[in-house]
């Protein structure tokens, strides 16, 4: 998500499941919804069947996805920014981009600093020792009034529409066909297809998932992919949008509610080492608008963080000690898994939860995470079944061979309830929160993660008032008003997050009291910087009103007939069901395509289909953007300093690259992502191309979800045993058929699987020399109701994103052989 | 007068329509006749969400058992919930067989532990699984919690203790969560959404 917020202000899927049916062209690149999200992907069927939608599919593999679409073009694994910078390119170079639309609503007229630069393959401020940039220089160019200096003419050669072309004018179809092995045919294809959706009335849709982030540049593919968006102004549109199409079925709320290293709940974030000052804490966190008339949403930042604290710290948290700034722990650097997996290696860990996770699968190299584990003192797992990490001093022979007497680790494995045994709202991919109920009890003694949680913390607390101990404070001072404190309710738990008034609260102009203290709020409008209010998660209130749960709100009716239904459960932000849908009006505040009009200006107010992501009462002539989160009120082609390795995408290769080379450049500093964190030991372990010359991506399947699925008995009859694919021509290459058992090596360690020969991969021309490309399903291990497999992850590198740090699992390099 | 399931169709089949024997008083006893109860119909439904992808197909979990002392009850059946705007009743693969998900023999029952250097679990009490792990938080908290940094400043933080929590558990416990182990200090604290 650290690639959509910087372009558009909130990093998550900007439309919704049903919505996918409105599109014109739907766009699926670095996923294959057909397998992974099966119900969902019934809509872009929905769509090619009644909105005459083409279909284009751009993968590795011919996937189902790509069984059904209108244009299929391949591609090699982890160019999808060579992809799409070339895209970008054929736009800007034949103007086939919606004018109307970048020139108000994005910062195509912003002028940069002249400090900002790039040059063969590396921007202004590179230090190669750090492997990081001093991002100083790049941003806007500021007026003595304080206000971004702009040029509507966008002749200025620092304007950023110049500089955008200039930088993906090498972008070429040539220079595509060459990094990403894709026929220039196809490529062009592609882009007149995408082209078409540069209209007032035509949409495209892009759906991606973890094919697009498990890179060390994933967040730089994504933000490629928003830039084109917003070149054809699908952004806030029905039918349109970036839509991040998520893994797991929380794993947006999780995110909302920041259980993160850095964040806090509704992406606030904690405080650095530096920042030792509440008032510059919360200063840096509420920017001013850098254009005239822009609401600039995050100067609301205060009143969430103290509404916040008053939540967790109750009456702890007063204004003379800042609303207990110093109970927040302070960030010295990213603790990402990957950093604290390898403090683990290197023994700086003592002690780790593994709440409903599973690490020992879910990271890259197993030899180094199974390493890891066996030098902490503790490990508590936490989960409804009992998985490899809970099991990873236990030898399974070649599946995971260790020696149980030599591993000093302590284990605690905690039995939880699965989703059918507990009560709450889960947030899907379109960002609609919706509640469920509980339908029998747990196994035996299993709790609900509530409880353990509970259990853990209130016997944590009463250690620390018997005993004392390290700064107590904010364990002994953290709310707990729940009505079985061993066993905090969903139910209070949502209301918590939701927020309350804790004193009457009255409205400042007639003085008239709109909220009983005690009294759940509607919205955080009603949020106050003053202790007044308290609120577990700004992002979520309106969820649990005084009026009750609007996650459980099951009215499905359809109104407008675009898939919106408002009534059914509650989207964030205030049931806004399609993020910007200002931009879906033009600037006089008219609808773009009147067929399918979110939002416009009634004369008085916005009014609309969707709840009006905007603010209601700003008259079309004040000129407010509808990116109301960006200081700027526009969305950003230039990210300014907000990504780590540049402005503006730039095709690196994978750091197992099955070239060597860059071809986009000549410095072999920028052969790979130059900003991306590797630690030591970790670059030592990259393979190269001369002992493991095939690229190797992973996937899932779809009668399989992660590693959960090998525990119910259908999924492992449906798949029982792991497996391999390759193309007919490597496996020519290799003398292997169908059936045969196959070793894959790459650097890090080796599995064993059938292999599966297959039409769906082939061999692709890059840079002169033929690629071949060898898929590895990720579905098996040693604990299973399934034939035990080998875990994928035993062969993947161990370097992320050099924003996000997840992982480069789609891109590496092995070697495959017949046994 | 009585006759067999078996003996009616073969006077059925005699000849004589099936009604007109009915009205004749040829009739197999009630019992017989009725077809095998639908076992749905005298289950619980429960509307829940599935736990597998981010469509968040709407289900109705069929459950049988009442609530009386020591009946446990136990989910029988699974399908798409038809009023879910999203999924309108369908399922994928995965979701329709969470039934086996939800009763999978590798479910855990017990709180356990294994010793250092052993090779095998041992069953332990709640108590004693909440004791001991507070008591190893606390220890490691007391000794590795950073105050204040080399400069000086206040940071009040724990880096020797990590928490990977779940992105499919849901808002309630992520967010009861998240209280918790900030309110400790920790910062080594992620979910899935890094992969």
Redesign the interface.
């Known amino acids: 998500m650290a690639s959509l917020a910087p372009t558009f202000g909130r990093g998550a899927m900007t439309n919704h499941w049903v919505d996918i049916k409105n599109a014109d062209v739907v766009l699926v690149m670095g996923g294959n919804a057909a397998e992974a999200h099966p119900c969902g992907f019934k809509w872009v069927i929905e769509a090619k069947k009644h909105n005459k939608a083409k279909l284009v599919v751009v993968d590795p593999r011919f996937t189902r996805t790509a069984s059904v679409a209108d244009l299929y073009a391949p591609i090699r694994t982890g160019t999808d920014i060579t992809f799409l910078g070339g895209v970008i390119n054929y736009l800007l170079s034949r103007d086939k981009i919606q004018h109307e639309y970048v020139k108000a609503y994005t910062d195509f007229s912003f002028l940069v600093n002249d400090d900002y630069g790039f040059e063969n393959g590396i921007f202004s401020g590179y230090d190669p020792e750090k492997r990081s940039y001093d991002k100083t220089g790049w941003d806007y160019v500021k007026g003595e009034d304080g206000y971004v200096k702009t040029d509507p003419t966008l002749q200025n050669p620092r304007c950023v529409y110049q500089l955008m072309k200039q930088h993906y004018n090498r972008y070429t179809p040539e220079m595509v066909e060459k990094i990403c092995g894709t026929p220039q045919a196809a490529f062009l294809q592609v882009c007149e297809i995408m082209a078409s959706t540069a209209t007032r009335n035509r949409a495209m849709t892009i759906l991606y998932a973890l094919g697009w982030t498990q890179h060390s540049y994933g967040s730089q593919i994504i933000r490629t992919g928003a830039m084109v968006q917003l070149l054809l102004g699908n952004i806030g549109i029905a039918g349109g949008g970036v839509n991040a199409l998520r893994g797991h079925s929380n794993i947006q709320g999780l995110t909302d509610l920041g259980l993160m290293s850095n964040l806090l709940p509704g992406y606030m974030t904690l405080p650095g080492d530096k920042e030792t000052d509440y008032r510059a804490y919360i200063d840096k966190r509420a920017p001013k608008p850098m254009r005239p008339n822009q609401l600039s949403y995050w100067q609301n930042y205060e009143k969430f963080h103290v509404s916040l604290m008053k939540a967790w710290f109750g009456d702890a948290a007063t204004q003379a000690n800042d609303w207990a700034f110093d109970y927040l722990p302070k960030l010295d650097t990213l603790h990402d898994v990957l950093r604290v997996f390898d403090d683990m290696y290197q023994g700086k860990m003592t002690g780790y939860f593994c709440q409903g996770f599973n690490p020992l699968a879910s990271f890259p190299n197993k030899a180094k995470l199974g390493a890891a584990l066996a030098k902490l003192k503790y490990l508590v797992v936490i989960d409804p079944l009992a998985t490899e990490t809970s099991e990873f001093w236990k030898n399974f022979g070649e599946f995971n061979d260790v020696n149980p007497a030599e591993i000093q680790t302590t284990v605690f494995r905690l039995p939880s309830t699965c989703f059918a045994e507990e009560d709450g709202a889960l947030v899907n991919s379109g960002r609609c929160l919706q509640w469920h109920w509980k339908g029998a009890e747990p196994p035996a003694e299993a709790r609900p993660d509530q409880a353990i949680m509970a259990g853990i913390f209130l016997r944590l607390k009463a250690m620390y008032q018997e005993k004392g101990g390290a700064f107590p404070d904010p364990i002994l001072n953290l709310t707990w008003p729940y009505r079985n404190p061993h066993e905090p309710a969903s139910d209070e738990l949502a209301r918590e997050y939701n927020g309350k008034a804790l004193v009457d609260l009255s409205d400042p102009k007639d003085g008239r009291v709109f909220r009983k203290a005690g009294e759940q709020l509607d919205s955080f409008a009603q949020l106050r910087a003053d202790g007044s209010t308290s609120c577990g998660c700004w992002l979520f209130s309106g969820s649990w009103t005084q009026a009750g749960n609007n996650m459980a709100r099951r009215d499905n009716s359809d109104p407008w007939g675009n898939g919106q239904t408002l009534n059914w459960a509650w989207a964030w932000p205030v049931n806004r069901r399609i993020l910007y849908n200002r931009a879906s009006a033009d600037v006089n505040g008219q609808p773009f395509n009147p067929e399918k009009k979110q939002i416009w200006w009634d004369g008085r107010v916005w009014t609309g289909t969707d709840v009006p992501d905007f603010s209601l009462t700003s008259h079309p002539s004040d000129g407010m953007g509808p990116f109301i989160m960006n200081p700027e009120g526009v969305a950003r082609f230039f990210a300014r300093g907000m990504m780590a390795e540049g402005p503006f995408p730039e095709h690196y290769e994978p750091f197992e690259t099955p070239i060597g080379v860059n071809p986009m450049n000549t410095n072999p500093k920028a052969v790979s992502n130059p900003a991306a964190r590797v630690f030591k030991g970790d670059m030592e372990v990259f393979g190269k191309a001369q002992d493991f010359p095939y690229a190797a991506t992973t996937y899932r399947l779809t009668e399989h979800f992660h590693y959960w699925t090998k525990h119910t008995r259908i999924s492992s009859i449906l798949q029982p045993e792991q497996f391999v694919e390759i193309g007919e021509d490597l496996a020519k290459e290799k003398g292997i058929v169908t059936g045969d058992k196959v070793r894959v090596r790459s650097n890090r360690g080796h599995i064993k699987a059938v292999a599966v020969v297959t039409k769906r991969l082939k061999g692709l021309m890059i840079n002169g020399q033929k690629v071949h490309h060898v898929g590895i399903p990720i579905h098996w291990g040693f604990k299973s109701v399934a034939r035990q497999g080998f875990l994928s992850n035993t062969l993947t590198p161990f370097v992320g994103d050099a924003n996000t740090q997840t992982p480069e699992f789609k891109s590496f390099l092995v070697n495959i052989e017949k046994i | 007068m009585k006759v067999t399931r078996r003996q009616f169709f073969k006077i059925s089949t005699a000849g004589l329509g099936g009604s007109s024997i009915a009205l004749m008083g040829f009739s197999p006893t009630a019992a017989l006749a009725e077809v095998r109860t639908f076992k749905l119909a005298r289950a619980?439904e429960?509307?829940?969400?599935?736990?597998?992808?981010?469509?968040?197909?709407?289900?109705l979990?069929y459950?049988v058992?009442d609530s009386s002392q020591n009946v446990?009850?136990?989910?029988i059946h699974?399908e798409?919930d038809p009023?879910?705007?999203?999924?309108?009743g369908?399922?994928?693969?995965?979701?329709?067989?969470?039934l086996?998900?939800?009763h999978?023999?590798?479910?855990?029952?017990?709180?356990?532990?294994?010793?250092?250097?052993?090779?095998a679990?041992k069953r332990i009490s709640?108590e004693e699984?909440?004791?001991?792990?507070?008591?190893?938080?606390?220890e490691?908290?007391?000794a590795?919690?950073i105050?204040r940094?080399d400069d000086g400043?206040?940071?009040?933080?724990?880096?020797?203790?990590?928490?990977?929590?779940?992105?499919?558990?849901?808002?309630?416990?992520?967010?009861?969560?998240?209280?918790?182990?900030?309110?400790?200090?920790?910062?080594?604290?992620?979910?899935?959404?890094?992969?």
């Not at chain 2, 369908?90 to 969470?98: D, H, V």
């Not at chain 2, 855990?108 to 052993?118: A, F, I, T």
């Open positions: 619980t429960t509307r829940n969400t599935c736990p597998y992808c981010s469509v968040a197909c709407g289900l979990l459950s058992g446990r009850s136990r989910i699974i798409g009023d879910n705007p999203v999924n309108r369908s399922l994928c693969p995965k979701g329709a067989g969470l086996d998900f939800i999978s023999p590798n479910r855990l029952h017990y709180p356990e532990v294994r010793e250092p250097g052993s090779n679990w709640w699984a909440f004791e001991r792990v507070a008591t190893l938080m606390k490691d908290r007391d590795n919690f105050t940094n400043v206040t940071v009040n933080r724990w880096l020797s203790t990590g928490f990977l929590a779940a992105s499919a558990s849901s808002n309630e416990t992520g967010y009861l969560t998240h209280k918790v182990v900030r309110s400790t200090g920790m910062i080594a604290f992620d979910n899935q959404a890094r992969v």
